[in-house]
Nanobody, 128 residues
Framework: QLHLVESGGGSVQAGDSLTLSCAASGPSSYSYATGWFRQAPGAERVFVAAIDHAGCIRQYGDIVKDRFTISRDHVKGTVSLQMNRLKREDSAVYFC?????????????????????WGQGTQVTVSS
């Protein structure tokens, strides 16, 4: 069973930057894509970003495009989410997700339902 642990959340001011990290442990996850989703109180979990198993293909949700960057470190076995120019509306619990990257997986990886493994989440609070 793949185990995901998020870290790096916290409370920041609007305009600040924050970097989240997702560490995977368990069976080899080299062929697994990794995603980030977020969920605000009373809202659905929404797509933030995803990266393929090789670290070459990235996709971002419109809400974070040009502000957030997802990256993969194969040596450390981590996926990071660099968040710049944070806004109050970025406040949420951020979840790391992972799933085996089948041939057509990227066609639907913005859908929360296609991901098989989830971390417990890390809180990000942005105040103005």
């Amino acid at each position: 069973q793949l185990h995901l642990v998020e870290s790096g959340g916290g409370s920041v001011q609007a305009g600040d930057s924050l970097t989240l990290s997702c560490a995977a442990s368990g069976p080899s996850s080299y062929s697994y894509a990794t995603g980030w989703f977020r969920q605000a109180p009373g809202a659905e979990r929404v797509f933030v970003a995803a990266i393929d198993h090789a670290g070459c293909i990235r996709q971002y949700g419109d809400i974070v495009k040009d502000r957030f960057t997802i990256s993969r470190d194969h040596v450390k076995g981590t996926v990071s989410l660099q968040m710049n120019r944070l806004k109050r509306e970025d406040s949420a619990v951020y979840f790391c997700s992972s799933s085996y990257e089948s041939v057509n997986f990227r066609n639907s990886w913005m859908n929360v339902r296609v991901w098989h493994h989830w971390g417990q989440g890390t809180q990000v609070t942005v105040s103005s």
